[in-house]
């Protein structure tokens, strides 16, 4: 019976009100969708917890040093020694630097001689507007770097300092909304062409996609205006793909239906509502999964993090409403038509009946535990994988994928000075115990960066350290400063800088994982619970949704160290990629059990899963590869982590496409048979005998030849 949703969607006359609703919603929501880009985030401070030691100095440094500056650092070099004119270039830039440079913060500092006689060093300390400022450092990084070389007659010249890093990852995500979204455009359109097979049918889900993504970075956009909402460069890309990914996914779902009711129906409008009718349980209890799982992103400390939750769950909600409201009324205004040359007639096979996942079920049916407890095997020896995952090692010279400036300047700088004074630990300590800290620090082998400056009862020492400052043996020292500062008496110290926060930000990311991850599993076990109406068949789906993400996790681990060649994996891979297979992937298993349910009530459990596999195989196939291509997309950011999160969700979503729902959960359905859906009625469904389900696939099989 047609629902109130199909009748109002795709009625003769109503699908024209949807039609109109849309396209006025795009008219205004367009111009605000623009203004999401420019509305970015990126200052790493903004990111962390109030919580977080690094955040209180950070918000208590205003009256020692601007705390909105960061130093650019000139980096000057001669593999066979510096020559008198390199030293006078130098001294010369430094003039240069103070008279013609935009927003300088203070006194620049340099030229500063290694010790070697082939480096020189020079500190421009720049104000950066905590709103602006980043997406403007590749301009100012430019502008420093071309005062450097402009004469520098063979010395080599880079810039680095958290300036150089700031302005190489600008110009990495300066690019992201066009990049990502026609690669990710790109690779939709041909798999869908490959799907469809048709030369027309493609455009009216891409173009939903896009409607929805348009609409999403709207609301957003107002949400960053009037709510404070956090959105950066991570938050932005995901969005995009998240958006055009799953959209296109529910899209699948929802064509595949309607063609099959077309074969049914002679009026495709009845087609249409009863496509709605069957499809949207799935789509609907997909769509609340995926969004619920994002808003469980709201339990982080990570501002970031929990940022994305909401950026998230509001893509999927657009994406929901335009593939339920404005795909349907397209497909009914244009008509038949739309599907060829493979325009489905009324009354005409249905080709799924016998095609390659009607084969993969006949091979499983006669040994079920076999293929479940192999497949759960396989994927066990690939999660042995983890023991490779190193997700606190990625320093700064190792996140960025190709030659960046920063990374060869910070290479020069560690090989040949023993610190890093340019950028400092800050610690804030009682005046009273200022010089017991600095004596405390100086024994422990910590040299002062700066000398210590006193406002009021507090005092501010600048301590400086060796090697990387985002490396892991700068976060070592981070942490035994803390420990020095911190244990001397009603001393009130905290510790910060732009190492401390990397530090902290690595520690928050580690709690949020404790955290969100048995969240989002409680969540997607009760939403499956309630759609299932059974207690057994959602344990099972999540069991096997974790079995799949330690295989990809694994699997990924092992690609990214030998064959990529990554040092490591930042801190959020495990819980961005945890959240995203649990949420998405188990869409396909809702895609699947949901058509397996309605069919057990007719024909029992195990055909169900036969017919279930067969009548979704080949949508939820296009559907995984659609998803998973746009993941992948996110490797064209020059970035690892980027590359790391998109590499690692594809590989997952594609394990559950054609590993866990086609082979492992069909085996297990057809092993645990009607017990599969306790406590629910379900379960007293008899099953059809063997011979009967046998007849059955002989009678499909010779339909389809």
């Not at 709207?218 to 799953?246: C, K, M, P, R």
């Given at each position: 019976?047609?629902?109130?949703i199909?009748?109002?969607?795709?009625?003769?006359?109503?699908?024209y009100?949807?039609?109109?609703?849309?396209?006025?919603?795009?008219?205004?929501?367009?111009?605000?969708?623009?203004?999401?880009?420019?509305?970015?985030?990126?200052q790493?401070?903004?990111?962390?917890?109030?919580?977080a030691?690094?955040?209180?100095?950070?918000?208590?440094?205003?009256?020692?040093?601007?705390?909105?500056?960061?130093p650019?650092?000139?980096?000057y070099?001669?593999?066979?020694?510096?020559?008198a004119?390199?030293?006078?270039?130098?001294?010369?830039?430094?003039?240069?630097?103070?008279?013609?440079?935009?927003?300088?913060?203070?006194k620049?500092?340099?030229?500063i001689?290694?010790?070697?006689?082939?480096?020189l060093?020079?500190l421009?300390p720049?104000?950066?507007?905590?709103?602006?400022?980043?997406?403007?450092?590749?301009?100012?990084?430019?502008?420093?770097?071309a005062?450097?070389?402009?004469?520098?007659?063979?010395?080599?010249?880079?810039?680095?300092?958290?300036?150089?890093f700031?302005?190489?990852?600008?110009?990495?995500f300066?690019?992201?909304?066009?990049?990502?979204?026609?690669g990710?455009?790109?690779?939709?359109i041909?798999?869908?062409?490959?799907?469809?097979?048709s030369?027309v049918?493609?455009?009216?889900?891409?173009?939903?996609?896009?409607?929805?993504?348009?609409?999403?970075?709207?609301?957003i956009?107002?949400?960053?205006d009037?709510?404070?909402?956090?959105?950066?460069?991570?938050?932005y890309?995901?969005?995009?793909?998240l958006?055009?990914?799953?959209?296109?996914?529910y899209?699948?779902?929802?064509v595949?239906?309607?063609?099959?009711?077309?074969?049914?129906?002679e009026?495709r409008?009845?087609?249409?509502?009863?496509a709605?009718?069957?499809?949207?349980?799935?789509i609907?209890?997909?769509?609340s999964?995926?969004?619920?799982?994002?808003?469980?992103?709201?339990?982080?400390?990570?501002?970031?993090?929990?940022?994305?939750?909401?950026?998230?769950?509001?893509?999927?909600?657009f994406?929901?409403?335009?593939?339920?409201?404005?795909l349907?009324?397209?497909?009914?205004?244009?008509?038949?038509?739309?599907?060829?040359?493979?325009?489905?007639?009324?009354?005409?096979?249905?080709?799924t009946?016998?095609?390659?996942?009607?084969?993969v079920?006949?091979?499983?049916?006669?040994?079920?535990?076999?293929?479940?407890?192999?497949?759960v095997?396989?994927?066990?020896?690939?999660?042995?994988?983890?023991?490779?995952?190193?997700?606190?090692?990625?320093?700064?010279?190792?996140?960025?994928?190709?030659?960046q400036?920063?990374?060869?300047?910070?290479?020069?700088?560690?090989?040949h000075?023993?610190?890093?004074?340019?950028?400092?630990?800050?610690?804030?300590?009682?005046?009273?115990?200022?010089?017991?800290?600095?004596?405390?620090l100086?024994?422990a082998g910590?040299?002062?960066?700066a000398?210590?400056?006193?406002?009021?009862?507090?005092?501010?020492l600048?301590?400086a350290?060796?090697?990387d400052?985002?490396?892991?043996?700068?976060?070592?020292?981070?942490?035994?400063?803390?420990?020095i500062?911190?244990?001397?008496?009603?001393?009130?110290a905290l510790?910060?800088?732009t190492?401390?926060?990397?530090y902290?930000?690595?520690e928050?990311?580690?709690?949020?994982?404790?955290?969100?991850?048995?969240?989002?599993?409680l969540?997607?076990?009760?939403?499956l619970?309630?759609?299932?109406r059974?207690?057994?068949?959602?344990?099972?789906?999540?069991?096997t949704?974790?079995?799949?993400?330690?295989?990809?996790?694994?699997?990924?681990?092992?690609?990214?160290?030998?064959?990529?060649g990554?040092?490591?994996?930042?801190?959020s891979?495990?819980?961005?990629?945890?959240?995203f297979?649990?949420?998405?992937?188990?869409?396909?298993?809702?895609f699947?059990?949901?058509?397996?349910?309605e069919?057990?009530?007719?024909?029992?459990?195990?055909?169900?899963?036969?017919?279930?596999?067969?009548?979704?195989g080949?949508?939820?196939?296009s559907?995984?590869?659609?998803?998973?291509?746009?993941?992948?997309?996110?490797?064209?950011?020059?970035l690892?982590?980027?590359?790391?999160?998109g590499?690692?969700?594809?590989?997952?979503?594609?394990?559950?496409?054609?590993?866990?729902?086609?082979?492992?959960v069909?085996?297990?359905?057809?092993?645990?048979?009607?017990?599969?859906?306790?406590?629910?009625?379900?379960?007293g469904?008899?099953?059809?005998?063997?011979e009967?389900?046998?007849?059955?696939?002989?009678?499909?099989s010779?339909v389809?030849?």
């Amino acid at each position: 019976m047609e629902n109130r949703i199909g009748r109002l969607v795709c009625g003769r006359r109503s699908k024209y009100v949807v039609l109109v609703i849309w396209v006025v919603a795009l008219i205004t929501l367009g111009p605000l969708a623009g203004k999401l880009s420019g509305a970015q985030d990126n200052q790493t401070s903004s990111w962390l917890p109030a919580s977080a030691e690094s955040t209180k100095v950070f918000d208590q440094l205003g009256p020692f040093v601007d705390r909105d500056s960061m130093p650019a650092i000139l980096v000057y070099h001669r593999a066979g020694g510096l020559t008198a004119a390199d030293l006078s270039k130098a001294k010369a830039d430094v003039a240069t630097y103070t008279d013609d440079t935009p927003h300088l913060a203070g006194k620049v500092i340099g030229p500063i001689p290694s010790k070697d006689g082939t480096t020189l060093q020079t500190l421009v300390p720049l104000h950066i507007d905590p709103k602006t400022g980043w997406n403007d450092l590749p301009k100012t990084a430019d502008h420093l770097k071309a005062i450097a070389t402009d004469g520098a007659h063979g010395m080599t010249v880079h810039l680095g300092g958290p300036v150089g890093f700031g302005a190489d990852q600008a110009s990495a995500f300066s690019g992201i909304d066009g990049t990502l979204l026609f690669g990710t455009l790109g690779v939709v359109i041909v798999i869908l062409l490959l799907t469809y097979r048709s030369p027309v049918l493609w455009v009216l889900p891409i173009l939903s996609a896009g409607v929805a993504l348009t609409a999403a970075q709207a609301f957003i956009y107002l949400l960053v205006d009037h709510a404070g909402l956090t959105v950066n460069g991570q938050s932005y890309g995901i969005l995009t793909v998240l958006v055009i990914g799953a959209g296109t996914d529910y899209a699948l779902l929802l064509v595949a239906r309607y063609r099959e009711e077309l074969r049914r129906h002679e009026d495709r409008h009845e087609a249409m509502a009863f496509a709605l009718h069957r499809s949207e349980p799935a789509i609907l209890a997909s769509g609340s999964t995926v969004i619920l799982g994002m808003l469980c992103l709201l339990a982080a400390e990570m501002n970031s993090t929990k940022g994305l939750g909401p950026v998230a769950a509001l893509g999927i909600v657009f994406a929901l409403l335009a593939m339920v409201t404005l795909l349907p009324a397209l497909l009914v205004t244009v008509g038949r038509w739309v599907f060829w040359p493979r325009r489905p007639t009324y009354g005409s096979p249905e080709p799924t009946r016998s095609g390659l996942w009607a084969r993969v079920g006949r091979f499983i049916r006669p040994r079920p535990r076999a293929v479940w407890l192999v497949t759960v095997g396989l994927l066990l020896l690939c999660a042995l994988g983890l023991t490779q995952l190193n997700s606190h090692s990625l320093s700064s010279t190792d996140s960025f994928i190709g030659n960046q400036d920063s990374v060869a300047a910070t290479k020069v700088l560690q090989s040949h000075y023993a610190q890093n004074s340019a950028d400092p630990v800050y610690v804030l300590v009682d005046t009273s115990r200022a010089q017991r800290t600095t004596s405390a620090l100086t024994s422990a082998g910590f040299t002062p960066a700066a000398k210590p400056t006193t406002r009021g009862d507090r005092t501010l020492l600048q301590t400086a350290i060796s090697g990387d400052p985002y490396s892991s043996k700068a976060f070592a020292q981070v942490n035994h400063i803390r420990d020095i500062a911190h244990g001397i008496p009603d001393s009130h110290a905290l510790v910060g800088g732009t190492t401390a926060i990397t530090y902290d930000v690595q520690e928050a990311t580690d709690h949020d994982s404790r955290v969100i991850i048995p969240l989002t599993l409680l969540v997607v076990l009760v939403i499956l619970g309630v759609l299932l109406r059974a207690v057994v068949a959602p344990v099972v789906l999540i069991l096997t949704v974790i079995v799949s993400f330690g295989a990809a996790l694994g699997l990924s681990s092992l690609v990214f160290h030998y064959l990529f060649g990554f040092a490591g994996t930042d801190p959020s891979l495990p819980l961005f990629v945890f959240v995203f297979l649990v949420a998405l992937g188990i869409d396909y298993n809702i895609f699947l059990m949901t058509r397996v349910r309605e069919e057990a009530w007719q024909h029992g459990t195990r055909r169900g899963a036969l017919v279930g596999l067969s009548a979704t195989g080949g949508v939820i196939t296009s559907a995984g590869l659609v998803l998973a291509s746009t993941f992948a997309v996110l490797g064209t950011l020059p970035l690892v982590t980027f590359a790391e999160i998109g590499f690692a969700v594809a590989l997952g979503v594609l394990l559950d496409t054609i590993v866990v729902r086609a082979v492992l959960v069909t085996a297990l359905t057809l092993d645990l048979g009607p017990k599969i859906w306790w406590p629910g009625k379900l379960r007293g469904v008899p099953d059809a005998s063997e011979e009967q389900v046998a007849a059955d696939e002989l009678a499909e099989s010779s339909v389809g030849t």
